[in-house]
Each structure stands twice: as structure tokens, then as C-alpha cells.
């Protein structure tokens, strides 16, 4: 069964980074995509960024380019969410997300991790 446990949230002024963790366990998909998302209250979950196993393709919302940045540690089986410049408006739960088979049928959350921006 696969696990998602998200880490590295926080609260940080305007201007700030931050980041994100995501440690999966029980993989045993040979190519998946992980991504993650983020739900601000009283908004839908959006798409923040996402990356291919194979390859390490990356793809950001237009509201993150060059500010965030996706990667991987196949090795640690971790996916990180470097945030830089961080504004009000991202302000959000952020989730960890994996997405695996031939037809993306196999989806899978973590708990999310609270990330606010404020002064």
C-alpha cells in the first residue's frame, strides 16, 4: 500500500521560502508521476507542480513558475517543493500526490501540510 507523509510547512512572512517534503513508502510502480497540489480555503484543489519518475520531467501552474521548484531523491524516495518568494496567495494546504498505471488509475494523497504566508 503505498504512503504519502508530507513535511515542511509552516508559517512565513511575505518574501520567504520554504520546503515541502514528501516521503513515499510501498511504491512498487516501475513509472509514476508525483506531484503536488494545494486547496487555500474556500478555493478547489490546484495543480502546483508535478514531475515523471522516468526522466524528471517538470511541469508548474503559470502562478508558481520560477518561484517553485519540483525534484526528486528517487534514492530517499522523496519528492521536495522548493518555495521561494512566497506570497500571500499561497497560503494553502498543500498535498502530495501520486498518480501510477497505464491509464493513471492507481491515485494516491497524503495528509497535506499547512503552509501560511503572512505577516
Known amino acids: 500500500q503505498v504512503q504519502l507523509v508530507e513535511s515542511g510547512g509552516g508559517l512565513v512572512q511575505p518574501g520567504g521560502s520554504l520546503r515541502l517534503s514528501c516521503l513515499a513508502s510501498?511504491?512498487?510502480?516501475?513509472?509514476?508521476?508525483m506531484s503536488w497540489y494545494r486547496q487555500a480555503p474556500g478555493k478547489e484543489r490546484e495543480l502546483v507542480a508535478k514531475?515523471?519518475?522516468?526522466?524528471?520531467?517538470?511541469h508548474y501552474a503559470d502562478s508558481v513558475k520560477g518561484r517553485f521548484t519540483i525534484s526528486q531523491d528517487n534514492a530517499k524516495s522523496t519528492v521536495y517543493l522548493q518555495m521561494n518568494s512566497l506570497k500571500p496567495e499561497d497560503t494553502a494546504v498543500y498535498y502530495c500526490?501520486?498518480?501510477?498505471?497505464?491509464?493513471?488509475?492507481?491515485?494516491?494523497w497524503g495528509q497535506g501540510t499547512q503552509v501560511t504566508v503572512s505577516s
Open positions: 514531475v515523471t519518475s522516468a526522466g524528471g520531467m517538470t
Open positions: 510501498g511504491i512498487t510502480f516501475s513509472t509514476y508521476i
Open positions: 500526490n501520486l498518480e501510477a498505471g497505464d491509464w493513471f488509475e492507481y491515485d494516491y
